[in-house]
């Protein structure tokens, strides 16, 4: 039961344009959203979250629009840039507990 | 300042053995989880450990246990190993218990053979 799905596995794109990357849930219980970037040979590091409560939250280039009807939320990063380069993952948390539920992971290649 | 070490880096084990993964938290964290990320797939949370107790579980089976210590570093166990459990586990640290906050660390990648 995958209950968060990130249903692009890579994404391209050229430098300064922007990239969007999308993720959608199917458990209403979720109640914060997280975006993790991930580096080959690094372990995950925190890029921007949102509380099921908003539906907007920006962090420098990055931001995170959340459209709960839809269960799907979505990260923009604009300009892009080469260093960008790196796997994203969506996770989410129930409102009952602290475990992460994580999507599959999207490849994004940010081509100079 | 620290953040979370896990070791080792890499390990090779034959079917049916035991192995064990060693994790030390973000200095200032109490609680540690653990994920296996199979490749291609995103993280799966194994269990999480806080006040050397588990405190949640993930859907894996009995073969995998851990443990916490008095100063908050953790163990993973896992018995009777599978070719499926070929893969790379993190570890990632929080404070008192909770989702957010969390720091992974770069992860052991074991592969059985």
């Known amino acids: 039961d995958q209950q968060v799905k990130q249903n692009s596995p890579s994404l391209s794109v050229q430098e300064g344009r922007i990239s969007i990357l999308n993720c959608d849930y199917t458990?209403?219980?979720?109640?914060?959203f997280l975006w993790y970037k991930k580096y080959p040979a690094e372990g995950p590091t925190f890029l921007i979250s949102?509380?099921?409560?908003?539906d907007k939250n920006e962090d420098g280039r990055f931001t995170v629009f959340l459209n709960k009807s839809a269960k799907h939320l979505s990260l923009h990063i604009v300009p892009s840039q080469p260093g960008d380069s790196a796997v994203y993952f969506c996770a989410a948390r129930k409102t009952s507990g602290s475990r992460l539920t994580f999507g599959e992971g999207t490849q994004l290649t940010v081509n100079p | 300042d620290a953040g979370v070490t896990q070791s080792p880096t890499h390990l090779i084990k034959t079917r049916g053995q035991q192995v064990t993964l060693r994790c030390s938290p973000k200095?200032?964290?109490?609680?540690v989880s653990w994920y296996q990320q199979a490749l291609g797939q995103g993280p799966q949370f194994i269990f999480q450990?806080?006040?050397?107790?588990?405190?949640q579980r993930g859907n894996f089976p009995d073969r995998f246990s851990g443990h916490q210590f008095p100063n908050y570093s953790s163990e993973l166990n896992v018995n009777a190993l599978l070719l499926g459990d070929s893969a790379l586990y993190l570890c990632?640290?929080?404070?008192?218990?909770?989702?957010?906050?969390?720091?992974f660390g770069s992860g052991t990648r074991l592969t059985v053979v």
């Open positions: 990632a640290s929080s404070l008192g218990g909770l989702g957010l906050g969390y720091t």
């Open positions: 200095s200032g964290h109490d609680t």
């Open positions: 458990n209403s219980m979720f109640d914060y």
């Open positions: 450990y806080y006040e050397e107790e588990e405190r």
């Open positions: 949102i509380s099921s409560i908003k």
